[in-house]
């Protein structure tokens, strides 16, 4: 009996697979995050978001996605 010989090959289009899953994993996340918002203020109605409490998430969404783009280094 002759072996057969597998060569494994790298794809070539890992990016949109990357994309996609970054999505699907963007969008659960903000969906949780909303669940989680509504939750906490159920009874008080619409959540009053501060200025201040804006750009303290906002630097914390982008050290997030720092740190997420050192991680391919």
Same mark, same amino acid.
């Given at each position: 009996?002759?072996?057969?010989?597998?060569? %494994?090959?790298?794809?070539? /289009?890992?990016? @949109?697979?990357?994309?996609?899953? $970054?999505?699907?994993?963007?969008?659960? &996340?903000? #969906?949780?995050?909303?669940?989680?918002? %509504?939750?906490?203020?159920? /009874?008080?109605? @619409?959540?009053?978001?501060?200025? $201040?409490?804006?750009?303290?998430?906002? &630097?914390? #969404?982008?050290?997030?996605?720092?740190?997420?783009?050192?991680?391919?280094?």
């Amino acid at each position: 009996m002759s072996e057969l010989e597998y060569e %494994i090959v790298e794809s070539q /289009n890992w990016q @949109p697979r990357v994309l996609a899953v $970054g999505a699907v994993i963007g969008a659960l &996340v903000g #969906v949780g995050a909303a669940y989680l918002l %509504i939750k906490s203020n159920e /009874n008080e109605g @619409p959540p009053q978001i501060s200025a $201040g409490e804006g750009v303290k998430l906002g &630097v914390l #969404v982008l050290g997030l996605l720092r740190s997420v783009a050192a991680l391919g280094e």
